[in-house]
């Protein structure tokens, strides 16, 4: 039984996270596979396990390589519009995001120290951006303060960062469907951290289905109240 309702979670967990479907949806799904879950459950179940999913996924994602790509895009969060800045590697693995109300110098260099940061990320060869000067301006006080490493290269490219900016579009795909999360910061955390591991399992770079089916078991006698 406890089997059965670790699949059934990481199953409505994911699905509500990488495709077009709401609560009902699931429910309804359920229903037709002889499991009767209520719709208010799977929403606690995405609450409760879609984060702690991603920070125990985290030790098991695979080295990522040396090519990156960044980019930021837009998205609305309580009516208010905010920076939503990515990094993938040259094969389209995801590497980091970071969420921000700046699009500036700053932004950036936040967002390129906290990817470098990244456990499961190579040191960089290149990283490819488009033509925002933020990034240079970044790039160079990073390498001043040591924190970037000297032989990487800045390559400013419209046409090789196509990669990055094509995947926003499933991003904010996402995104506009789930925008109920946005009542707050937390839930908009929520939601920006366990999609960033749906991409992860979705690409290969995170553990495997039965690793993460694990996960959610060894987690379940946590949040016993929850469901």
Known sequence: MASLQADMILLCVRWHLLYPLSYRDLEEMMLERGLHVDHTTIYRWVLCYARELEKRSRPHLKMTNDSWRVDETYIKVKNVWMYLYRAVDSQGNTLEFLLTPTRDAQAAKRFFAKALAALYSSTPRVITVDKNAAYPKAFKELKAEGIMPKACELRQSKYLNNLVEQDHRFIKRLVRLGMSFFSSDCLTKIFL????????????????SKTATSLIRSGAGEAQGIR
Not at 193 to 208: A, D, H, I, N
């Open 193 to 208: 951290s366990s999609l960033q591991t749906s991409l992860f399992l979705r690409f290969g770079t995170g553990p495997s």
